[in-house]
T-cell receptor, first 111, second 112 residues
């Protein structure tokens, strides 16, 4: 089963609105990462937040982490049509040297 | 330009055939990974390598094999034992384990 589960599975908003995606995970982590994937392409790293951090910003992106609830959220402010993509969270699984990805949120931003 | 190159972009496999997917990186990264992506299931780890001449099985290694003879290269062979190989295959690398991954553009494998 997946370590991370994103919610919602799909999200449709209009340009200029904010988009919020959530990720829940099951076991303790060292860090959590968010990636973006355009259709038929590879993933692109967006942001990494460590377990001792609660919030991180990068441009129009804001990521929060709540380790007590084992959850993270990705907020994209003032969305643009170019933000249309799938967004994945990824967590490291303790001592194993690998990342485990969630099932993703498909974001559609319309004009 | 630095990056990861996967080839080919599209690949077709006949019944009983082994096929090899190429992954090359010039980022001087030690760690490399192969993921499989099926629609609606996210990415699943096939194999990963933290250093040359060493690799470990991921969550779905059955029917696949890899080698890591050079730091820059991490080819994936999909063997005839893999009964459902149709998927999008993604190669990635990172400076160290659990750090941010850099992905190639993927190979779509289909069965004839």
């Amino acid at each position: 089963s997946q370590q991370g589960e994103e919610d919602p599975q799909a999200l449709s908003i209009q340009e200029g609105e904010n988009a919020t995606m959530n990720c829940s995970y099951k076991t303790s982590i060292n860090n959590l990462q968010w990636y973006r994937q355009n259709s038929g392409r590879g993933l692109v790293h967006l942001i990494l937040i460590r377990s001792n951090e609660r919030e991180k910003h990068s441009g129009r992106l804001r990521v929060t982490l709540d380790t007590s609830k084992k959850s993270s959220s990705l907020l994209i402010t003032a969305s643009r049509a170019a933000d249309t993509a799938s967004y994945f969270c990824a967590t490291d699984t303790g001592t194993a040297s690998k990342l485990t990805f969630g099932t993703g949120t498909r974001l559609q931003v319309t004009l | 330009d630095g990056g990861i190159t996967q080839s080919p972009k599209y690949l077709f496999r006949k019944e009983g055939q082994n096929v090899t997917l190429s992954c090359e990186q010039n980022l001087n990264h030690d760690a490399m990974y192969w993921y499989r992506q099926d629609p609606g299931q996210g990415l699943r780890l096939i194999y990963y390598s933290q250093i040359v001449n060493d690799f470990q099985k991921g969550d779905i290694a059955e029917g696949y094999s890899v080698s890591r003879e050079k730091k820059e290269s991490f080819p994936l062979t999909v063997t005839s034992a893999q009964k459902n190989p149709t998927a999008f295959y993604l190669c990635a690398s990172s400076i160290g384990s659990k750090e941010k991954l850099f992905f190639g553009s993927g190979t779509q494998l289909s069965v004839l």
